[in-house]
DNA sequence: TTCGCAATGTAATATCATTACGTTTGTGAG
DNA sequence: CTCACAAACGTAATGATATTACATTGCGAA
């Protein structure tokens, strides 16, 4: 599987800035409705101030979104470009999430798409579970 | 990471029967919705009959959630016990589905886990892209 | 300046999922 | 058998997530 992405570095708008930051503020993965809530002061009124936003930082590499969570996420890397496959650990007690990858992974599944014909575009990693702090703590 | 999985086989109730009827005929996968529509004749009326029957299905391992599409198919396998991690190749064309899995994908991703003392109890695979057929039609 | 494009603002609507509450059904203990 | 309990069910309301549609604004290129 080629790696796929080609992020582009942007300059980023006041919404996409202020998206991004609600973002990196964050302990963990917000909710695009829970960020609308956070940047009410700075004049976010609409869904879609954010999904815009959103979709750009998105196209950036800068943030991930998390399929299973219906969340993003800020990338764990500070210039983010071009990551090829990621994977993520969502721990479900604490909500803390562990972004990372694997060559081993990627190449195989890499190899089932080369082997199926399938033309892979993005793919999707997802551990659901509960974190070492919180099995522990 | 263990498997983890421990799908009790169960007898149907009509609602059950009903919803995975649903989904065999179809030929990839559904949302709720679109379920309770094509039961409506068979006296379904609201969006809980679905999820109720589905999370039966999903417990007893019959049927698969489709994070990435908000959407469930059958399970591929005749009597599906235990599969431990299951992949998911999703075209973006024709909207089908193959299921598969990697041993080497499992235990890579395992490993991980052991390593960051992260309890894994779901995964989620989940690749994007074109299908042979769609590539080449 | 004028055109064109990207970004924005706002409202409405579509889509996905759960909570709440009451009723029915099946089943095992007595 | 029948009572009691648990599982399943029916229905309405609501909550949560995401998109469509349309008007406007800001700004660089011709």
């Given at each position: 599987m080629s790696t796929g992405h080609h992020h582009q570095p942007i300059d980023l708008t006041r919404n996409q800035s202020l998206v991004l930051g609600a973002l990196e503020k964050a302990e963990g993965p917000l909710s695009a409705y829970t960020i609308l809530d956070r940047l009410r002061d700075d004049g976010f009124r609409a869904p879609l101030q954010v999904y815009r936003a959103l979709d750009k930082l998105l196209g950036a590499g800068l943030v991930h979104r998390l399929e299973s969570l219906n969340a993003f996420v800020v990338c764990?890397?500070?210039?983010?470009?071009?990551?090829g496959m990621i994977a993520f650990a969502i721990c479900g007690t604490c909500g803390k999430v562990d972004e990372f990858s694997d060559a081993v992974v990627q190449e195989r599944l890499g190899s089932w798409a080369r082997e199926n014909a399938f033309k892979a575009e993005k793919s999707i990693i997802e551990l659901r579970g509960t974190c070492a702090g919180c099995l522990n703590g």
């Open positions: 764990a890397h500070p210039n983010c470009h071009a990551q």
